[in-house]
């Protein structure tokens, strides 16, 4: 699905907000667990450490501070909100949804609330199904969320996905402005890739022996993430008439310090304009593109007139990018 914000009303973003969980793991507390090294984790994905839920900490948890920080940025409460999407794959439990539960906890009493599915990529198609909602006049103003607590769903024996992954979420208030904001939106999915990255068991499909972790084909996803990553963005910005030179800031899904750098190379952005945290954070599937927004809002990268440029992959097969005229000036 490839389209142009041409009709209906402008949509923007107009608050965000962030949180991970307080407990970091180093490369090297992993490899108490499992036969690994710090080095190969930095050479390989360069990541150096990761957040990591407390038992007793569940998606809401997180989305929860990170939703009241956006709505506080957008100057507006909980009962302003009249939509909740949350982009995840590990909710709080099948049903009630997160967002359910979160709309009760922020007193959105008029607000419809669901939970997204689309891997890593969700946040990407949350803001899309937000915007289009918006632009048609059917909501207000929205609260989109993506986030994820993966530690819960890792096998923490298989050092070939328990490097990869960390904790965390981020919102953003959706609202309608006079111009400026999002500019069109490119979403996929090739279902015939979903077994290179999957969690068999977590669902009504039996299995002879479920173990409920995720699973990965790490050369396939890798060869996989390159290839979209490129094309998605090349698309879109195509679509909307825009130069690669005229992005001001890139925020690709944060999965591997490699396939950003290989994106980034393809699509000749010049790298001051990346925003990176994969260092820090790890994977944090459909939390890494609204963290990686929020580092960029916190280091004064993201002006009024700004042209951003997001793009994410991950399980389905799934891939998406936005583009958006950033319309709020950065409180530094
Ligand atoms: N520590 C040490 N050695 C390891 C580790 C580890 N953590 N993991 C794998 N190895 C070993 C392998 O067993 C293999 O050993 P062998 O040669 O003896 O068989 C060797 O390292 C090389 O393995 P490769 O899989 O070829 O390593 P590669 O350079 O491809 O890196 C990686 C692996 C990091 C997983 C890479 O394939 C990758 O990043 N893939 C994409 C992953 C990804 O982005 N997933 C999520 C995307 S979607 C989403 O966000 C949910």
Request: net charge negative.
């Amino acid at each position: 699905m490839i389209g142009v914000a041409r009709e209906g009303l402008p949509v923007t973003i107009a608050g965000l907000g962030c949180r991970v969980p307080d407990r970091v793991v180093t490369n090297d507390e992993l490899s108490q667990y499992v036969d690994t090294s710090d080095e190969w984790i930095r050479e390989r994905t360069g990541i150096r450490e990761r957040r990591i839920a407390a038992p007793e900490e569940a998606l809401s948890d997180l989305a929860l501070p990170a939703a009241r920080k956006a709505l506080e940025r957008a100057g507006i409460e909980g009962a302003d909100i009249d939509l909740i999407i949350v982009a995840t794959v590990t909710p709080d439990m099948a049903f009630p949804s997160t967002a359910a539960i979160l709309a009760d906890r922020l007193g959105a009493v008029d607000a419809a609330a669901y939970d997204l599915s689309a891997g890593c990529t969700g946040f990407m198609y949350a803001l899309a199904q937000g915007y289009g909602m918006l632009a048609a006049g059917l909501a207000k103003r929205a609260l989109v969320v993506g986030g994820d607590v993966l530690s819960r769903i890792l096998d923490w024996t298989d050092r070939s996905t328990l490097v990869l992954f960390g904790d965390g979420a981020g919102a953003v208030v959706l609202e309608t402005a006079d111009s400026g904001g999002f500019l069109g939106f490119e979403l996929g999915a090739d279902g015939s890739g979903g077994e290179n990255l999957w969690l068999p068991g977590s669902g009504s499909r039996i299995f002879e022996d479920p173990d409920r972790h995720v699973k990965m084909n790490g050369r396939e996803v890798f060869k996989f993430a390159t290839r979209v990553l490129v094309q998605s963005a090349e698309d879109l910005l195509e679509r909307c008439g825009v130069a690669v030179a005229d992005v001001d800031v890139y925020v690709p899904h944060q999965a591997n310090l490699r396939i950003i750098d290989h994106a980034t190379r393809k699509l000749g952005i010049p790298s001051e304009r990346v925003v990176i945290n994969v260092d820090r954070y790890g994977n944090t599937s459909s939390g890494s593109i609204p963290l990686a927004l929020a580092d960029a809002e916190a280091d004064g990268r993201l002006r009024a007139g700004s042209l951003v440029l997001m793009t994410g992959m991950g399980a389905g097969l799934t891939w998406g990018s936005a583009l958006i005229r950033w319309t709020k000036e950065t409180a530094v």
